[in-house]
């Protein structure tokens, strides 16, 4: 990841005269797009990307739609030997909810130590929510672009003490993240089958 982003960088500061990066690191750039040194040139592009990584990463965060119009990007990865819900299967999950026309928060408990406990099929959640956590697997965390038709339709949700109004068809930012699939996840499977010998 370093040596892509250290040529791009190097090969994208189109300068004529020595200069000082924030970082306070000085590179001198002619018009053909070289540093002084090659020196100069990997301190000051290294740097560079390591301060920006999280933010490239989220760049090239690829974004796949579901058949139902549900936009998602992977946030992170999970684990390899985690469970992939089925309907009927009990999942644990943390989420954070906001409308995207005004960025007010209507759920937060990707924070919390317990997360919350659904069905898979029961509908107690979102029908976005629904769709997506089938093709998720245990660890991973997504952000969602959930179509007003998928979040709270056209009733919409009225204000609560602490909860915001959300309008009809109201779009919603929503990051999801699963945390277990009690019985499909690889450790519990594991340790159940050591217990009964």
């Known amino acids: 990841m370093l040596s892509l982003c ?19 690191l000085r590179a001198c750039a002619t ?7 090659r020196r100069q040139a990997l301190v000051a592009t ?3 990307c390591l301060v920006g990584l999280p933010n490239l990463q989220a760049a090239f965060a690829e974004e796949q739609t ?3 119009g549900v936009a998602y990007s992977v ?5 390899e030997g985690g469970g992939k819900p089925k309907l009927g299967d009990l999942v644990a999950i943390r989420f954070k909810g906001s409308v995207k026309a005004s960025g007010a928060v209507f759920d937060d408990i990707l924070a919390s130590p317990e997360p ?14 629904e769709e997506v956590l089938p093709l998720m697997r245990t660890g991973d965390k997504w952000q969602l672009t959930v179509p007003g038709k998928l979040g709270f339709g056209e009733k919409g949700r009225s204000a609560s003490p602490g909860k915001p109004r959300i309008p009809s068809n109201a779009e919603l930012d929503f990051i999801l993240e699963l945390v277990a699939v009690p ?3 690889e450790e519990i499977l594991e340790s159940g089958s050591g217990d009964s010998e």
């Open 6 to 24: 250290t040529l791009s960088v190097a090969f994208s500061l189109p300068t004529s005269r020595v200069q000082s990066t924030p970082n306070g």
């Open 75 to 79: 946030l992170q990865s999970g684990k």
């Open 116 to 129: 919350y406990y659904t069905r898979l099929g029961s509908y107690n959640v979102l029908p976005a929510v």
């Open 66 to 68: 579901t058949k139902n």
């Open 183 to 185: 019985g499909r996840d």
């Open 31 to 37: 018009p053909q797009m070289a540093f002084c040194s």
């Open 46 to 48: 290294g740097t560079a």
